[in-house]
């Protein structure tokens, strides 16, 4: 049975927005649609948190996420697996972009034509429980019997918001650390054993730009330069805020020192300059850089890359304390205008099973976020994934704030003005963290953190 | 006819209004209805998830006034951005279709094809075009600086000083230039079409008596073509006026806004604001005033574009 579909999206054209009512005008019609509200968090708990299975009559869930690279068709494998296993359940998963997902969601659920499951980053799981977009699943998290020492603490704790769990843990998904083989081997490198710590890494660095390559392309973009200088910067021993996310920290001196290297790659020639969007990524394809610090979900990606020698280790450290990036994907439930308790009863069921697939999923190019099933054998098969899940110790995660996200666009804002030169980082990191320090105030107002 | 001073009442009064129902019903839910909630969210805090909606005033107004608060500088960058955009994409967007439509209504083999081909990119949705062109564009991987340096053009670009990769989407003016360019190669076809329809109502007896007056091809064009087009080109020039001031896919699929915040437009601060951040009420206080300086600079238009009135091959 194929229940996948693509979203079409909002099609752009210029011409639909002549009207210039543009966001005014979508945001209008669908705060129109949505009228009034029901009182927040107030779901049922259904049955057993959806360990004991459903019985119920036959239902149809919808089930939302943004898996459009190769996690994709992982993902739907377990929905048709599911599907078969439960005849009296049909889920249908729609997947959209993460940023129309996370724009559109909120609007879905007001007007009561959201999706019953949906799966949302754990940096955004507080966000969306202060604004109600979803329910707390403690009884889910009770039913799978999930302990706190089963997990990372910030994965946990992340998930977690006014006392009760809103996220179920699938993964974490780390930064990784790739490399050509075959160029680091044309270079006189070893391509068995990459250079982990700063200076062998500038070493090598040197010696590819005397072969006359480029070794490491700094992406000023959120893809992925955002996440290596977050890496960057905890490596060298700072934070993006303080600890409880009320305060823009980056533009101390780790931050500083984590961007000036990434600078200081461009100007002596380690890196291009002007590198475009996704340009890193393909230039390791191309065989025209030796490393690129991607996301885990490039593994499946470059596997389809024919004849491509290339291998994946956890980050270098380059600052001198270990540190990579990380996100985590959670289940997450959505508020319904209209409860139903079957499709409720159901969707918890969902949530159990897939959860218990983690091996399944993990071959999508994912790292279990259980400790229990990480260390378990069938893991260690996935020789990449494992490599990247020994970074687990010191994966570091977006802070889990309502309202953080905002003030990302002006961390990436800082990232590109700097690498492409055009501020100094230490200008383009101070100046990014008042204008976010603004944003952060005024949302501590809003969420009354 | 009704020559008489006797009214003869020829249908019920709300015939009319019953013509128009159609129209009035999606016109009122869709514009009206929308606009006028949307002023009334603009002096909230509205975020229409969350139950406390407080009335601030005009305080998201004030806020886009005043220096210190946190939406002012991504504010007015975003309306230089679209300014920029619009001041360097509409002269491109009216003068070359113009060019381009007075060639096509000549007669000439394979005249249908051309139409058909200038049309061709405008039906392809921002996103094909905005991922084509930032893969093409790309500064170090795309095809347009390896043909450069392909036929040896960049030794001769950096004679002229130009640094070497073009920094097609990474630098400035280059993206500017290239979200310029890509914008008019997508929809110089809308355009074309219009002019072209006007161009086949100008009477061709006009051009007849023209070259019996002796007229060259280019005193036709000024006194009998451009004449012809005045309605015409009102309207092109608004529409275009307006459609460059929204431009919003472009920036965001292929510079994302950047370098800096250089490229971000007005409406992608919108919706960043509205939609990421859900600040709904900032957001529509920013579009209110966009739409207000929209709608000023279409005042001024048609009244310069007015003053020398009716058509001169009609007087």
């Given at each position: 049975?194929n229940?996948r579909e693509?979203s079409?999206?909002?099609?752009?054209s210029?011409?639909?927005f002549?009207?210039?009512?543009?966001?005014l005008?979508?945001g209008?019609?669908?705060?129109?649609c949505?009228?009034g509200?029901?009182?927040?968090g107030a779901?049922?708990?259904?049955?057993g948190?959806?360990?004991?299975?459903?019985?119920?009559?036959?239902?149809d869930?919808?089930?939302?996420n943004g898996?459009?690279?190769?996690?994709?068709p992982?993902m739907?494998?377990?929905?048709?697996?599911?599907n078969t296993e439960?005849p009296?359940i049909?889920v249908?998963?729609?997947?959209m972009e993460?940023?129309?997902?996370?724009?559109?969601i909120?609007?879905a659920v007001q007007?009561?034509?959201?999706?019953?499951v949906?799966i949302?980053?754990v940096d955004s799981?507080s966000?969306?429980a202060a604004?109600?977009?979803?329910v707390?699943?403690?009884?889910?998290a009770e039913a799978l019997?999930?302990?706190e020492?089963?997990?990372?603490?910030?994965?946990?704790?992340?998930g977690?918001?006014d006392?009760q769990?809103?996220?179920i843990?699938?993964?974490v998904?780390?930064?990784g650390?790739?490399?050509n083989?075959?160029?680091?081997?044309s270079?006189?490198?070893?391509p068995?054993s990459?250079p982990?710590?700063?200076e062998s890494?500038?070493?090598?660095?040197?010696?590819?730009?005397s072969?006359g390559?480029?070794g490491?392309?700094m992406?000023?973009?959120?893809?992925?330069?955002s996440?290596t200088?977050?890496?960057?910067?905890?490596q060298?021993g700072?934070?993006?805020?303080?600890e409880?996310?009320?305060?823009v920290t980056?533009?101390?001196?780790?931050g500083v020192?984590a961007?000036?290297?990434?600078?200081d790659?461009?100007?002596?020639?380690?890196?291009?300059?002007?590198v475009?969007?996704d340009?890193?990524a393909?230039a390791?394809q191309n065989?025209q850089?030796a490393?690129n610090w991607n996301?885990?979900?490039?593994?499946n990606?470059l596997?389809e890359?024919?004849d491509?020698?290339?291998g994946v280790?956890p980050l270098?450290n380059i600052?001198?304390t270990?540190a990579?990036w990380?996100?985590s994907?959670?289940?997450?439930?959505t508020?319904?205008r209209?409860p139903?308790?079957?499709?409720?009863?159901?969707?918890?069921v969902?949530?159990?099973?897939?959860s218990?697939?983690?091996i399944?999923?993990?071959?999508g190019g994912?790292?279990?976020a259980r400790?229990?099933v990480?260390e378990s054998?069938?893991f260690?098969a996935l020789?990449?994934?494992?490599?990247l899940?020994?970074?687990?110790d010191y994966?570091?995660f977006p802070p889990s704030?309502?309202g953080?996200?905002?003030?990302?666009?002006d961390?990436?804002?800082?990232?590109?003005e700097?690498?492409?030169q055009?501020?100094?980082?230490?200008t383009?990191?101070s100046?990014?963290a008042?204008?976010?320090?603004?944003?952060?105030?005024?949302?501590?107002?809003?969420?009354?953190g | 006819?009704a020559t008489?001073?006797?009214?003869i009442?020829?249908h019920?009064?709300?015939?009319p209004?019953?013509f128009?129902?159609p129209?009035?019903v999606v016109?009122l839910?869709f514009?009206i209805?929308?606009?006028?909630l949307?002023l009334?969210m603009s002096?909230?805090d509205?975020?229409?998830m969350?139950?406390?909606?407080?009335?601030?005033?005009?305080d998201n107004?004030t806020?886009?006034?005043d220096s210190?608060?946190?939406?002012?500088?991504?504010?007015w960058n975003?309306?230089?951005?679209?300014a920029v955009?619009?001041?360097?994409s509409?002269?491109l967007?009216v003068?070359?279709?113009l060019?381009?439509a007075v060639l096509l209504n000549r007669r000439?083999?394979?005249?249908?094809?051309f139409r058909?081909?200038f049309?061709?990119?405008?039906?392809l949705g921002?996103?094909v075009v905005?991922l084509?062109?930032?893969f093409?564009?790309?500064p170090?991987?795309?095809?347009?600086?390896?043909?450069i340096?392909?036929?040896?053009?960049d030794a001769?670009?950096g004679?002229?000083?130009?640094d070497?990769?073009?920094?097609w989407?990474?630098?400035q003016?280059w993206?500017?230039?290239?979200?310029?360019a890509m914008?008019?190669w997508?929809?110089l076809?809308?355009?074309t079409?219009?002019y072209?329809a006007?161009?086949?109502?100008?009477?061709s007896?006009?051009y007849d008596?023209?070259r019996?007056d002796?007229a060259?091809?280019?005193?036709?064009?000024r006194?009998?073509?451009?004449?012809?087009l005045r309605?015409?080109?009102?309207f092109v020039v608004?529409?275009?006026i307006?459609a460059?001031a929204?431009?919003f896919?472009?920036?965001l699929?292929?510079?994302?806004?950047g370098?800096g915040d250089?490229?971000?437009?007005?409406?992608?601060?919108?919706l960043?604001e509205?939609?990421?951040?859900?600040?709904?009420g900032?957001?529509a206080?920013m579009?209110?005033?966009?739409?207000?300086?929209?709608?000023i600079?279409?005042?001024?238009?048609?009244l310069?574009?007015r003053?020398?009135g009716?058509?001169?091959?009609?007087?």
């Amino acid at each position: 049975m194929n229940t996948r579909e693509i979203s079409p999206g909002p099609s752009l054209s210029r011409r639909r927005f002549l009207t210039a009512t543009g966001v005014l005008g979508a945001g209008a019609v669908l705060s129109a649609c949505g009228g009034g509200s029901s009182s927040p968090g107030a779901e049922p708990a259904e049955g057993g948190g959806g360990a004991t299975g459903y019985d119920g009559p036959d239902v149809d869930l919808a089930f939302w996420n943004g898996f459009t690279g190769g996690d994709g068709p992982f993902m739907q494998q377990l929905v048709d697996q599911f599907n078969t296993e439960h005849p009296n359940i049909a889920v249908k998963m729609t997947v959209m972009e993460w940023a129309d997902y996370y724009a559109k969601i909120p609007t879905a659920v007001q007007s009561g034509n959201g999706p019953d499951v949906g799966i949302m980053h754990v940096d955004s799981l507080s966000t969306n429980a202060a604004r109600n977009v979803i329910v707390p699943l403690d009884d889910v998290a009770e039913a799978l019997e999930l302990r706190e020492d089963d997990f990372a603490t910030a994965v946990w704790s992340a998930g977690e918001y006014d006392g009760q769990r809103f996220g179920i843990p699938l993964d974490v998904h780390p930064l990784g650390y790739f490399y050509n083989k075959a160029v680091l081997e044309s270079a006189g490198l070893d391509p068995e054993s990459p250079p982990m710590d700063r200076e062998s890494y500038e070493a090598a660095l040197e010696q590819l730009k005397s072969a006359g390559i480029q070794g490491h392309w700094m992406s000023p973009h959120n893809f992925t330069g955002s996440m290596t200088l977050q890496s960057l910067i905890w490596q060298f021993g700072g934070d993006l805020f303080n600890e409880d996310g009320t305060e823009v920290t980056w533009h101390e001196d780790a931050g500083v020192q984590a961007l000036s290297w990434m600078v200081d790659a461009v100007n002596t020639g380690y890196s291009p300059t002007d590198v475009g969007q996704d340009a890193d990524a393909i230039a390791l394809q191309n065989g025209q850089a030796a490393f690129n610090w991607n996301g885990i979900w490039h593994i499946n990606t470059l596997k389809e890359v024919p004849d491509l020698q290339w291998g994946v280790a956890p980050l270098p450290n380059i600052g001198g304390t270990q540190a990579a990036w990380a996100g985590s994907h959670n289940f997450v439930l959505t508020r319904q205008r209209r409860p139903d308790e079957n499709k409720q009863e159901a969707a918890r069921v969902f949530i159990n099973w897939v959860s218990q697939q983690s091996i399944a999923w993990a071959e999508g190019g994912q790292v279990p976020a259980r400790n229990s099933v990480r260390e378990s054998a069938d893991f260690e098969a996935l020789p990449e994934q494992s490599a990247l899940a020994q970074q687990v110790d010191y994966l570091r995660f977006p802070p889990s704030v309502p309202g953080i996200g905002d003030v990302f666009a002006d961390f990436n804002q800082a990232l590109n003005e700097a690498v492409l030169q055009t501020l100094e980082p230490a200008t383009a990191l101070s100046e990014a963290a008042e204008r976010a320090a603004k944003k952060l105030e005024e949302n501590r107002e809003r969420y009354g953190g | 006819m009704a020559t008489s001073g006797v009214k003869i009442r020829r249908h019920a009064p709300w015939t009319p209004y019953a013509f128009m129902a159609p129209f009035l019903v999606v016109f009122l839910t869709f514009v009206i209805a929308p606009a006028l909630l949307g002023l009334w969210m603009s002096l909230h805090d509205w975020d229409f998830m969350l139950e406390h909606r407080p009335f601030v005033g005009l305080d998201n107004y004030t806020a886009l006034f005043d220096s210190t608060s946190a939406v002012f500088e991504m504010f007015w960058n975003g309306m230089k951005a679209t300014a920029v955009f619009t001041v360097a994409s509409v002269p491109l967007l009216v003068a070359i279709p113009l060019g381009l439509a007075v060639l096509l209504n000549r007669r000439f083999p394979g005249r249908t094809l051309f139409r058909a081909v200038f049309f061709m990119p405008y039906v392809l949705g921002v996103a094909v075009v905005g991922l084509l062109f930032r893969f093409m564009l790309d500064p170090n991987i795309g095809i347009v600086n390896g043909l450069i340096d392909l036929v040896g053009l960049d030794a001769a670009l950096g004679a002229l000083g130009v640094d070497w990769p073009i920094p097609w989407t990474t630098g400035q003016p280059w993206a500017w230039i290239s979200l310029v360019a890509m914008t008019v190669w997508w929809t110089l076809g809308f355009n074309t079409i219009i002019y072209l329809a006007g161009l086949q109502d100008i009477p061709s007896e006009l051009y007849d008596a023209a070259r019996v007056d002796g007229a060259s091809g280019w005193q036709q064009f000024r006194n009998v073509t451009l004449p012809g087009l005045r309605a015409v080109l009102l309207f092109v020039v608004t529409i275009t006026i307006l459609a460059s001031a929204n431009m919003f896919g472009q920036a965001l699929l292929v510079t994302n806004g950047g370098p800096g915040d250089t490229t971000r437009t007005a409406l992608i601060v919108m919706l960043g604001e509205g939609l990421e951040s859900f600040r709904m009420g900032s957001a529509a206080a920013m579009s209110y005033l966009l739409a207000i300086a929209l709608g000023i600079v279409s005042i001024i238009q048609v009244l310069a574009m007015r003053e020398r009135g009716r058509p001169r091959w009609r007087s």
